[in-house]
């Protein structure tokens, strides 16, 4: 018999301090990364979850990390990416953070200048080890399938779920999104609009089918690994 697939993804938004009261941080409640989980754990897979802060529950039989912090993320992937067979990157990662905290609550009088510098990049860094499959998210408002395309390329990913900001609303939460999903060779698939549950569906098919039937062909897997 052999064991199930190990998937490692992350959820939810980071918060980067500003104070220590207050942060900088995105719309993202987690929503996808949790449909991933659910799905995943439905199909008799592994999961570990890297959550930013939501208030979502993991799914039953789901393990999760709670992370705070870009760079508590970062160490929580880079930590758990070597045990993984497939690597889901959803969470909605702040892009930016102070570069300088301060130590005490800022005084609210004046105005003030914040200086941001970029978070790592996560994703393109992590350790990875033969046979995984590594699969990234872009949201974009313009060109969206071609820089998700050179994302894809940038960061030496087997797939990437893209999705599109085109005047329908915010795409975080429980609401539906546009969306495609692009190859490792590029080719894109345009999904339309569709519910996020139906999208985690999709992404696993593909998973499934290039660990099955396409990249992992010819992989043995340990029965007692």
């Known amino acids: 018999m052999r064991r199930p697939l190990r998937f490692l993804i992350s959820r939810g938004p980071t918060r980067e301090p500003l104070d220590p009261v207050r942060f900088i941080s995105n719309y993202s409640t987690g929503t996808m990364g949790q449909a991933l989980a659910v799905e995943a754990r439905a199909r008799g897979?592994?999961?570990?979850?890297?959550?930013?802060?939501?208030e979502l529950p993991p799914p039953r039989g789901a393990r999760a990390?709670?992370?705070?912090?870009?760079?508590?993320?970062?160490?929580?992937?880079?930590?758990?990416?070597p045990k993984a067979d497939v690597i889901i990157m959803a969470a909605a990662v702040s892009d930016f953070q102070p570069a300088r905290p301060a130590r005490r609550k800022l005084a609210r009088r004046g105005t003030r200048r914040l200086q941001l510098r970029a978070t790592p990049d996560i994703i393109g860094t992590l350790p990875r080890r033969s046979g995984q499959l590594v699969v990234g998210f872009a949201l974009e408002s313009a060109d969206a399938v071609?820089?998700?395309?050179?994302?894809?390329?940038?960061?030496?990913?087997?797939?990437?779920?893209g999705q599109t900001m085109n005047g329908h609303g915010s795409p975080f939460g429980r609401r539906p999104?546009?969306?495609?999903?692009?190859?490792?060779?590029?080719?894109?698939?345009?999904l339309g609009r569709i519910p996020k549950s139906r999208l985690a569906r999709l992404i696993l098919d593909e998973i499934d089918r290039l660990w099955y039937g396409g990249l992992h062909a010819n992989r043995e897997e340990c029965p007692t690994c």
Do not use: C, N
């Open 65 to 81: 990390i709670s992370i705070e912090r870009a760079e508590d993320l970062r160490q929580a992937m880079r930590r758990e990416a």
């Open 177 to 190: 999104v546009e969306a495609f999903l692009l190859d490792a060779g590029g080719k894109a698939r345009r």
């Open 45 to 54: 897979r592994s999961v570990t979850l890297g959550s930013g802060p939501t």
């Open 146 to 161: 071609a820089r998700a395309r050179r994302k894809l390329y940038a960061k030496r990913l087997d797939l990437i779920v």
